[in-house]
């Protein structure tokens, strides 16, 4: 979750701020090029519930809800 003021972030990051009072947010990355690159939150440690090829998005039956990656960051 990204607390504060979006003004300081810049437009190119896409940086929305969550506001969930359980502290849980899915979010779907894709990564629709032929490089990996690195995806990371800052201060947060997230866990890796699926991981599918070309844009795929997954029924919840095909999470990952036994041992999930847990990590920072990831490679995409």
Avoid: T
Avoid at 19 to 43: M, R
């Amino acid at each position: 979750m990204i607390k504060g003021q979006l003004k300081i972030y810049q437009k190119e990051q896409n940086s929305v701020i969550f506001n969930h009072s359980d502290g849980i947010a899915e979010i779907y990355v894709n990564n629709n090029n032929a490089a990996n690159h690195p995806f990371h939150l800052d201060g947060h440690v997230f866990a890796v519930m699926f991981v599918g090829e070309k844009c795929q998005f997954p029924d919840e039956s095909e999470y990952n809800k036994r041992n999930p990656i847990v990590c920072d960051d990831v490679i995409l």
